[in-house]
């Protein structure tokens, strides 16, 4: 029987050490680790997602709150455990957020693989017009279908990253 993952699901905090593992081995260090413990620390956090496959967590994204524009929220981290990477199931999992972030409405903003976060449902070519601390050619909007230009202020908790 071939193994596949679950849908996401919103994490719990016993999935904590599990995440923090799936951290280190998708980017190879614990600096997206620390960046989620310090998102927590501060209440910044507005969402965690994991996706299991079988007993264990394959996948997982984080959602913050922006600084500014208010009501905005970051993308990061974004996981895919290496051994099932390439199947589909970060598209999955961040297609079906980017379908909730047009369906609500709710600007959701990502630094990243523009052809990535693209095909799973993202504007790499309105985030343009943004102005933001990190490369705009690697940012990416979903959620709004107009964007007009913003400046984009995350939390001092992404400070060094």
């Given at each position: 029987m071939i193994a596949t993952p679950q849908f996401a699901?919103?994490?719990?905090?016993?999935?904590e050490a599990a995440v923090d593992a799936l951290l280190q081995a998708a980017f190879g260090g614990t600096d997206e680790v620390?960046?989620?413990?310090?998102?927590?620390?501060?209440?910044r956090?507005?969402?965690e997602q994991v996706m299991p496959m079988g007993?264990?967590?394959?996948?997982y994204y984080a959602l913050s709150h922006l600084?500014?524009?208010?009501?905005?929220?970051?993308?990061?981290?974004?996981a895919i455990a290496p051994d099932v990477q390439g199947r589909g199931y970060?598209?999955?999992m961040i297609g079906m957020l980017s379908e909730w972030a047009r369906l609500t409405q709710t600007p959701v903003v990502v630094v990243g693989d523009p052809k990535f976060y693209t095909r799973a449902g993202f504007d790499a070519s309105n985030a343009q017009q943004f102005e933001s601390p990190y490369p705009v050619a690697?940012?990416?909007?979903?959620g709004i279908a107009e964007p007009k230009p913003a400046v984009l202020k995350y939390g001092r908790e992404f400070d060094g990253v």
């Amino acid at each position: 029987m071939i193994a596949t993952p679950q849908f996401a699901r919103d994490m719990k905090r016993a999935d904590e050490a599990a995440v923090d593992a799936l951290l280190q081995a998708a980017f190879g260090g614990t600096d997206e680790v620390k960046l989620v413990q310090r998102l927590r620390r501060s209440g910044r956090i507005a969402g965690e997602q994991v996706m299991p496959m079988g007993d264990r967590i394959v996948g997982y994204y984080a959602l913050s709150h922006l600084v500014a524009p208010t009501g905005w929220l970051a993308l990061a981290p974004v996981a895919i455990a290496p051994d099932v990477q390439g199947r589909g199931y970060g598209k999955r999992m961040i297609g079906m957020l980017s379908e909730w972030a047009r369906l609500t409405q709710t600007p959701v903003v990502v630094v990243g693989d523009p052809k990535f976060y693209t095909r799973a449902g993202f504007d790499a070519s309105n985030a343009q017009q943004f102005e933001s601390p990190y490369p705009v050619a690697v940012t990416a909007v979903a959620g709004i279908a107009e964007p007009k230009p913003a400046v984009l202020k995350y939390g001092r908790e992404f400070d060094g990253v």
